[in-house]
């Protein structure tokens, strides 16, 4: 069983929602990355989505924008990405990993090298928000032969065709965006996500997450009644941006620490 099937096992066990969180590698400073994913762990992250900076990132609003540009300046690359990785892994063994990004670092370093490097480093699947499932059961499969999950975006206006290729070739749990737009943007219609989450376990047997617009405990608690995980990320960015430095790692462990204890509730 993959660390990321492993718990959400746990989790349905104990009747408990996941909580995925997002930050950028390198955002706001390459010493920075290491001690951001262990503070997410502290203030209760289940998962971790660790963004590999890109200069296109089409589907993120201006905040997760703003973070890759960043890391950018830094130089930060998707070779980073997987050292990170490999020094979280030193110290904690059981949080999921999953990159997140899109398909241009893949295409540069070629998808074999990033399947071995990701594996090695200690990562547990991806996320590619430009790779349609569609056109990469190879790749997908070339993944799970190799112990990692490659995990899809569904979407309000997924056709139930698409739902049914991401049930046959997806991995981990189902990343369902919860609205029209980008990352950050917009309010959550918790009925309609009720609707479209019936809907898609028509067809995919994975737990699915939840995210793009949860900014809030509120939210994230609604949000938990009918999802098996809640997303955040945006809303952790901004945490990091309207902090000092040093302070960051300290606030996002304490925001993170709200939505958990409001998921928990």
Do not use: W
């Not at 400073?29 to 992250?45: D, I, K, N, R, W």
């Not at 997760?64 to 980073?80: H, N, P």
């Not at 046959?168 to 990352?183: P, R, W």
């Not at 952790?236 to 939505?259: H, R, S, Y």
């Amino acid at each position: 069983m993959s660390r990321i099937a492993a718990t959400f096992a746990a989790l349905a066990a104990q009747k408990k929602t996941a909580l995925v969180t997002f930050i950028t590698a390198g955002d706001p400073g390459p010493e920075m990355t290491l001690p951001l994913m262990h503070a997410l762990v502290a203030g209760g992250a289940d998962v971790i989505e660790l963004g590999v900076p890109f200069s296109d990132p089409m589907a993120e609003g201006p905040v997760i924008q703003r973070a890759c540009e960043r890391a950018l300046a830094f130089g930060v690359g998707i070779r980073d990405v997987f050292e990170y990785v490999r020094q979280f892994r030193l110290t904690n063994e059981h949080t999921p990993v999953v990159l997140m990004g899109y398909a241009n670092p893949i295409e540069r370093i070629g998808a074999d090298a990033f399947i071995q490097a990701s594996k090695q480093a200690g990562s547990d699947g991806a996320i590619v928000v430009d790779y349609p499932p569609e056109e990469c059961e190879e790749f997908a499969q070339a993944m799970r032969d190799n112990g990692l999950d490659l995990i899809f975006l569904l979407a309000p206006t997924s056709t139930e065709e698409r739902i049914a290729q991401v049930a046959k070739v997806g991995g981990g749990f189902s990343y369902y965006v919860s609205l029209k737009g980008v990352t950050g943007a917009g309010n959550i219609d918790t009925e309609q996500v009720a609707e479209r989450l019936a809907a898609i376990r028509k067809h995919v047997k994975l737990p699915i997450g939840v995210g793009f617009g949860i900014r809030d405990a509120q939210t994230a608690k609604a949000v938990a009644a009918v999802a098996d995980a809640v997303v955040i990320g945006s809303r952790i960015i901004q945490e990091i941006e309207n902090t000092p430095k040093e302070g960051a790692p300290a606030a996002v462990q304490a925001f993170v620490a709200g939505i958990r204890e409001a998921l928990d509730e």
